[in-house]
């Protein structure tokens, strides 16, 4: 039986890993990072913060312009980070780019009870996301209504479905400290998972689903979204799956340095790297995706050195 987690042991987590994998990972520096590139897997490093979100920005615009009335597609993108948004707003207007043919995904959604929040909740992704990029665009070259599909736990049929009727190129997200994509979350550990966590290959087949979060993710959010005030942050969410990830054709992970810290963003690239897929470290299932990219900043990326405060 693997060693229960150090942070929440009715979960699975990254803790519950073999330690040789953690210590292999914590010693990486940023050159070895940049080394951990493979066929299906590469990495990137931008110097600068004005780099590094335009060059977020632009994946949108790049994915938006390959979108024709024969081929509509779109990108699933993330709120977390969220610096990007107002940049695509900004260049779909100074270009004059159209984009009556192209989609757009929200990865996830808070859910109270059994119904999503609405955009009147201060802590929408949905209302960050119209507020951020969507209401800024031009109407001359808004994107329809209907082309923008947001997560629902009563729509969740039509939002998987969607991605199976319009190719999404791109899946872009950052990572949270416990290590996932949208709200890909470890699960808890009970029932048949009371001792080993899902192999790698149940947990791919997992849909879009409301999902319980781990208690990492609650204190991330309240941190990063919500000044520290824990009890202010939903306990569920709706979020896209495994499924959907891998229709899309690329997945891009986002590593400002804000969100995970030195280990993690260090775990996640070495793990994929060297295709170790666990689903305690849901990020590493990524291994099996034929193309994933990580951007890092490169003063994000800090050290894994004990440093007394």
Same mark, same amino acid.
């Given at each position: 039986?693997?060693?229960?987690?150090?942070?929440?042991? +009715?979960?699975?987590?990254?803790?519950?890993?073999?330690?040789?994998?953690? @210590?292999?990972?914590?010693?990486?520096?940023?050159?070895?990072? #940049?080394?951990?590139?493979?066929?299906?897997?590469?990495?990137?490093?931008?110097?600068?913060?004005?780099?590094?979100?335009? @060059?977020?920005?632009?994946?949108?615009?790049?994915?938006?312009?390959?979108?024709?009335?024969?081929?509509?597609?779109?990108?699933?993108?993330?709120?977390?980070?969220? =610096?990007?948004? &107002?940049?695509?707003?900004?260049? $779909?207007?100074?270009?004059?780019?159209?984009?009556?043919?192209?989609?757009?995904?929200?990865?996830?959604?808070? $859910?109270?009870?059994?119904? #999503?929040?609405?955009?009147?909740?201060?802590?929408?992704?949905?209302?960050?996301?119209?507020?951020?990029?969507?209401?800024?665009?031009?109407?001359?070259?808004?994107?329809?209504?209907?082309?923008?599909?947001?997560?629902?736990?009563?729509?969740?049929?039509?939002?998987?479905?969607?991605?199976?009727?319009?190719?999404?190129?791109?899946?872009?997200?950052?990572?949270?400290?416990?290590?996932?994509?949208?709200?890909?979350? *470890? $699960?808890?550990?009970?029932?048949?998972?009371?001792?080993?966590?899902?192999?790698? =290959?149940?947990?791919?087949?997992?849909?879009?689903?409301?999902?319980?979060?781990?208690?990492?993710?609650?204190?991330?959010? @309240?941190?990063?979204?919500?000044?520290?005030?824990?009890?202010?942050? *939903?306990?569920?969410?709706?979020?896209?799956? *495994? $499924? =959907?990830?891998?229709?899309?054709?690329?997945?891009?992970?986002?590593?400002?340095?804000?969100?995970?810290?030195?280990?993690?963003?260090?775990?996640?690239?070495?793990?994929?790297?060297?295709?170790? &897929?666990?689903?305690?470290? *849901?990020?590493?299932?990524?291994?099996?995706?034929?193309?994933?990219?990580?951007?890092?900043?490169? =003063?994000?990326?800090?050290?894994? +050195?004990?440093?007394?405060?």
């Amino acid at each position: 039986m693997r060693k229960l987690s150090s942070i929440a042991p +009715e979960w699975w987590d990254y803790t519950t890993l073999n330690e040789e994998i953690q @210590a292999d990972a914590a010693k990486l520096t940023v050159k070895d990072i #940049e080394q951990l590139s493979r066929p299906g897997f590469s990495i990137k490093i931008f110097d600068s913060r004005e780099s590094f979100y335009m @060059a977020e920005a632009l994946e949108y615009i790049k994915t938006w312009k390959e979108a024709t009335e024969s081929r509509p597609a779109g990108i699933c993108g993330p709120i977390g980070p969220t =610096e990007q948004l &107002p940049l695509v707003a900004q260049l $779909v207007n100074d270009l004059e780019i159209d984009l009556k043919n192209a989609h757009f995904w929200g990865m996830d959604e808070w $859910v109270i009870g059994d119904k #999503e929040v609405g955009l009147d909740h201060p802590l929408s992704f949905a209302r960050s996301d119209m507020d951020l990029c969507f209401n800024r665009i031009d109407k001359k070259w808004a994107m329809p209504k209907e082309n923008i599909h947001f997560p629902t736990a009563g729509g969740i049929k039509d939002f998987s479905n969607s991605f199976f009727e319009i190719k999404c190129l791109l899946m872009q997200g950052g990572q949270g400290e416990v290590k996932h994509w949208a709200f890909n979350d *470890p $699960v808890k550990r009970e029932g048949q998972y009371k001792d080993i966590p899902p192999s790698p =290959e149940e947990y791919r087949k997992l849909k879009t689903r409301v999902v319980d979060l781990h208690p990492m993710t609650l204190i991330q959010n @309240a941190r990063t979204s919500g000044g520290g005030v824990v009890s202010n942050i *939903p306990v569920r969410a709706v979020t896209v799956g *495994p $499924v =959907e990830t891998w229709k899309s054709e690329k997945v891009s992970i986002w590593h400002f340095g804000s969100h995970d810290n030195p280990f993690g963003i260090r775990l996640t690239a070495f793990m994929i790297s060297k295709k170790i &897929p666990d689903s305690s470290v *849901p990020m590493s299932l990524l291994a099996g995706h034929p193309n994933v990219r990580f951007n890092y900043y490169r =003063e994000g990326i800090g050290t894994c +050195e004990v440093e007394m405060h």
